[in-house]
């Protein structure tokens, strides 16, 4: 009897363990329109109503395509840290005359660091557009807009770092480049985490 039953628990036991890890194993229901293809993809974000948000008008030319979805998220990402670059840029001829030379020096290296953050952007543009490869090749293109794109987020963070130390000024220049910053960092964290699914979906043989 007692050998009956925990040959039963066994049983049970296994067969839960079985089936918690296909459930886990298996992916989402496929989306059933481009909508909710977004959507569904962007629930794998950090910030997932940032993502739905400034993805959503892009549905008709995404389509179900994780390559394309990437690709525009990066595109969004470029037009906002360009934005934010000249906005920062504008910031630091107010700053150089406005008498804390440690506010001024956190304006002007943010500017360089979102300097290069376009620079990287850009670039993860360009490969997006021209990914050429299948299997290792492709995914080593890939893995350059990863590079890139962790930069770049790693240069927003950065940036709000080197803010750290300056008292809030007046102007509230400071909190302004800092709220701007986190904004900017949310759709780059997507970005990536958007390309890590596409990259995801590349099959080695
Ligand atoms: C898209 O699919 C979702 C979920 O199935 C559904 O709620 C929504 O109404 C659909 N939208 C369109 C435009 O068909
Ligand atoms: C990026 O977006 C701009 C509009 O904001 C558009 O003109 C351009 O064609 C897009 N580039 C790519 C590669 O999607
Ligand atoms: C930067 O300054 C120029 C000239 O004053 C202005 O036209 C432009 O709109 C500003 N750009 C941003 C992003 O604030
Ligand atoms: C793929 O594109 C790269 C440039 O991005 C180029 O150097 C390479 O020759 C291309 N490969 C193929 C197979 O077209």
Sequence with gaps: MKIHISSTLLFFLSTTTFLTLTTAGNPPPPPSNDTDFIHTSCRTTLYPQTCINSLSGYSSAVQRDPGRLARVAINVTLSKTKHMAKYVSNLTRDVDYGGSPRLAAAVHDC????????????????????????????????????????????????????FEDVAADGGGVKDDVCGRAVKVKEVTSNALALVNSFADTVQTP
């Design 111 to 162: 500017h360089s660091l979102l300097a290069d953050a376009v620079y990287g952007v850009r670039e993860s543009l360009g490969q997006m557009g021209t990914l050429n490869g299948t299997g290792e090749a492709l995914r080593f293109q890939i893995s350059n807009v990863q590079t890139w794109m962790s930069a770049a987020l790693t240069n927003l963070e950065t940036c709000t770092d080197g």
